[in-house]
């Protein structure tokens, strides 16, 4: 998406005249025009030169924004939104006080109170006219803009706001110098009472009054619209301006645009971070809530990435760039929030399309009310007075502002919160989410094996088991192995070297420590070295059953324990997850493990249904099904989630996921907690509830105010001076935009006020041996083949297995579980057993038979 900024835009008419305009340029094919940002975001081929003449055309200006705010923190998108009105707005409202206070003292003072005058006015009733005139004028000369704005979007064929005021202060100003005139000309012939009636017909105030009042709610609306934008632009305020690099030995400071990948730079204690890089040497702990919200710092060592605007706080950092300029993380988020500040949510299209026609529809309104009037008899100034009260009362503006304001404030909000919507859309949709699916691995769990159980044999303690297995497994590189190793290190065991280490595919390892032979691995291995306990193998299976994996350790002749590993669950995600159950959502749980695996994370995270066993492709053929029982959302980390995410009605990436799975994602969780889904859905269900309120009360205000206006209450007594049209106007604005602000106030994570919505139905699970698309419930009469493998002990055996045998071209999918020790393949096409074995036996697993 390219994104402009926009000049001389003042209401939701204008915003609708610039998208339809760059609408029509051959080659954009999709336009969105931000109010509330002054911004435009244009998709499609077309030049950058054709779509600014296009909008110059319509009567507006643009501009292309800078490419990135991190290699140009103080340039026009900053720029573009600071805020430039309110200062203006300011002075040209304090001159235009001054000047309608002195005219409120000629017009309404003077005439009704009796307020005195210089003596030369007395008895000199033109001399009072023609000084209100000349005051009245002024302000018409301090407010020009209205004029400017108002006529010329008329002659473009699209009125605006402006038009509605311009034509009301012209209407009584015109009027009011026509009743000067007639003064005049009943003074000269000596007519004293026709001069008093004319003077009663000056509304030279009410022309210098709505000017006035309106600029108050611009000025008002200006100041709050500056507040919605903070989040945004206290973002591109984060940007560092310099960075010290590493240069021939020396330390040179540079400015932040001159960094490249690859170069070396040093952060001090107290400085911020310039780019993203990764760690090479020293220690410290950084501040990273300017990008996550998460206050506590996070300890950085080698090795560990760093983000740019993130604060060192205690040591000293030697670190290399790894993304610089528009592709730090700072960047990223900057953009996916100016993404969302310039594109609409589809409930926005309700206000666009009356917006669209509201104000030549109010032109009308006002001049067949002053028409209806003159017809039932009331003289000229009663007339024109109903239609210019029904000019100035109308506001397109609180239609135009209803829906982005509450759009970037919600948006601002979850920015704080480390909560990205990519698109105005994205959060609008998340808010009607029904159904959440979740990845198992890295959503749910943390993704990384974890050692969970220390079952020492009789005799032996856990220190000593612990010890021997990390002297085991220190020369590995299985995933196992470093969980082992980690948990020692966890516990301050320093593991003795080994000698003669041999791995063993499939079965486990074996070496010697101080000359007496240590072994470990799966219980079929063990079992051919050591007898084995029932009640430690009973206790090993219950493990199994668990989800996790058993690993068998011996020594000198016996068995010396068991350490159970698993990828355990995150301490967030019950909680989480049953916090969306409260809300009325239902949960699924998706996962290419084994069912038993899959059914005990499923059982400890509290989800409502586990769906295991799933490829890739099986997940979007999930979310297709499930998007049948209503909206859905899905969350995942992983490459092989971007389908489903990109299925799903609102795709939620883990920040600590993927490139791809972010890219394919609608909302990117940058702090990596599962409970910030709960979170997201309640932020959007508040911004969708106040927009609700805005669209309410804009539409309810024109509603009841443009009859007021128009006189349709008067016999009941009812009536509006245009004066009161004006402030009215102008409030509306500002109250719309306040009512948004509130949103600041809002706590995302506390679950108090949840509603809960009526729980949708879930399809049923999918059977076992199903083909690809799994969660169709109907059984398929598909050719099928078990085969009892050896030598699985874990998640990583399983997949790789199940990645062999689905490479063959025969097979369409095969369901693998390294605890009942079996791969049953759905096939295509007939195979030869001998195949299905060669390509399980050469990664080292050992087949006994296929039926």
């Not at 001090?268 to 206050?295: H, K, M, Q, W, Y």
């Not at 060592?301 to 670190?319: E, H, I, M, Y």
């Not at 691995?441 to 020492?456: A, K, N, S």
């Not at 932020?683 to 024109?702: D, M, Q």
Request: glycine fraction near 8%.
């Amino acid at each position: 998406m390219k994104q402009y900024n926009v000049t001389g835009m003042s209401c939701a008419a204008c915003s609708a005249r610039v998208e339809k305009a760059v609408s029509k340029v051959p080659g954009v094919t999709a336009c969105s025009v931000s109010l509330l940002t002054n911004s435009m975001g244009v998709e499609g081929t077309a030049s950058p030169q054709a779509i600014i003449q296009a909008v110059q055309e319509a009567g507006y200006g643009a501009s292309p924004k800078q490419a990135g705010p991190a290699a140009a923190p103080a340039g026009s998108d900053l720029d573009a939104l600071a805020d430039h009105e309110t200062p203006k707005l300011k002075r040209r409202l304090l001159a235009s006080l001054g000047f309608l206070l002195v005219l409120m003292y000629f017009s309404m003072g003077h005439m009704m109170w009796g307020w005195p005058l210089p003596g030369w006015f007395d008895g000199n009733h033109v001399a009072v006219g023609l000084v209100q005139l000349l005051l009245a004028g002024i302000v018409m000369v301090i407010n020009q803009k209205f004029f400017i704005s108002g006529f010329k979007s008329l002659l473009h064929g699209a009125p605006n706001m402006d038009t509605l005021v311009a034509l009301g202060s012209t209407a009584s100003f015109v009027w009011s110098t026509y009743a000067l005139f007639q003064m005049t000309s009943a003074q000269l012939h000596g007519d004293s009472a026709g001069v008093m009636e004319y003077m009663m017909e000056l509304y030279f105030e009410s022309a210098a009054m709505i000017l006035t009042l309106i600029t108050v709610g611009k000025m008002l609306e200006a100041r709050s619209k500056g507040k919605t934008t903070s989040a945004l632009k206290s973002l591109m305020k984060l940007a560092p301006q310099t960075a010290t690099l590493l240069r021939e030995g020396a330390e040179v400071t540079v400015p932040i645009g001159q960094v490249r990948r690859g170069d070396q730079f040093v952060v001090r204690p107290g400085e911020n971070i310039p780019v993203d890089g990764v760690v090479l040497e020293g220690s410290s702990a950084v501040n990273e809530s300017a990008l996550t919200g998460e206050s506590i710092p996070v300890d950085k060592a080698p090795g560990d990435a760093v983000s740019a605007a993130t604060v060192n706080q205690s040591g000293f950092l030697r670190c290399e760039a790894t993304r610089v300029g528009e592709d730090t993380t700072l960047s990223q988020i900057i953009r996916m929030v100016s993404d969302a500040a310039a594109t609409k949510a589809p409930i926005a299209k309700i206000a666009d399309r009356v917006s669209g026609v509201f104000v030549p529809v109010v032109i009308a309104i006002a001049v067949i009310t002053t028409a209806i009037w003159l017809l039932l008899g009331q003289n000229l100034a009663f007339a024109l007075a109903r239609g210019i009260s029904v000019l100035v009362i109308s506001c397109p503006c609180a239609l135009g502002l209803a829906t982005p304001v509450a759009i970037m404030v919600g948006n601002g909000l979850g920015a704080k919160n480390g909560i990205l919507f990519k698109t105005a859309a994205s959060l609008e949709a998340a808010g009607r989410t029904q159904i959440v699916a979740l990845d198992k691995t890295g959503t749910i769990t943390r993704g990384e094996p974890q050692v969970t159980d220390l079952l020492p044999a009789a005799g032996v303690t856990e220190s000593e088991l612990l010890t021997l297995a990390a002297a085991l497994e220190q020369k590995s590189e299985h995933p196992l192995a470093r969980a082992v190793l980690a948990h020692a290190a966890g516990q301050a065991v320093q593991p003795p070297q080994v000698t003669d280490f041999e791995a063993l595919p499939g079965n486990g390892l074996t070496a010697k420590l101080e000359g007496r032979s240590i072994f470990g691995g799966s219980l079929a291995f063990i079992q051919t070295l050591v007898p084995v306990p029932a009640a430690l193998a009973d206790q090993a299976q219950t493990l199994a059953q668990q989800g996790k994996t058993p690993l068998f350790f011996g020594g000198e002749g016996r068995l010396l324990g068991v350490i159970a590993v698993a990828d355990t669950i995150k301490e967030d995600s019950p909680d989480a997850i049953r916090q969306l159950r409260d809300m009325g959502i239902r949960v699924v749980m998706l996962t290419g493990d084994n069912q038993q695996t899959a059914d005990a994370i499923g059982r400890q995270a509290g989800v409502d249904q586990v769906i295991a066993g799933v490829l890739p492709d099986g997940k979007e053929s999930v979310i297709r099904a499930l998007s049948e029982k209503g909206k859905v959302a899905m969350v995942g980390d992983g490459i092989n989630d971007a389908p489903a995410l990109t299925r799903a009605d609102t795709g939620i990436a883990i920040g600590a996921g993927t490139d791809v799975a972010i890219d394919a994602a609608d909302v990117v969780l940058m702090n990596s907690r599962l409970s910030d889904v709960p979170a997201l859905i309640r932020l959007s269900r508040a911004t969708l509830r106040n927009i609700h309120e805005n669209l309410f009360w804009a539409f309810i205000y024109n509603i009841i105010g443009i009859p007021l206006a128009a006189g349709v209450f008067i016999p009941l007594g009812l009536t509006l001076n245009p004066m009161f049209g004006a402030a009215a106007m102008s409030l509306s604005s500002f109250c719309v935009v306040s009512n948004a602000l509130r949103l600041n106030l809002f706590n995302i994570h506390s679950a108090r006020k949840d509603k809960p919505i009526r729980p949708v139905d879930l399809p049923p699970a999918p059977a076992p041996r199903q083909t690809a698309c799994p969660i169709n419930t109907t059984e398929v009469n598909a050719m099928q083949k078990t085969i009892q493998i050896e030598g699985m002990m874990c998640g990583h055996c399983e997949a790789t297995v199940k990645k062999a045998l689905e490479a063959l071209p025969q097979v369409d999918s095969a369901q693998v579980s390294h605890t009942a020790g079996t791969a049953v393949v759905t096939l295509n096409a007939d195979v030869e057993d001998s195949v299905l074995k060669k390509a399980v036996e050469d990664k080292d697993y050992t087949v006994t038979g296929i039926v």
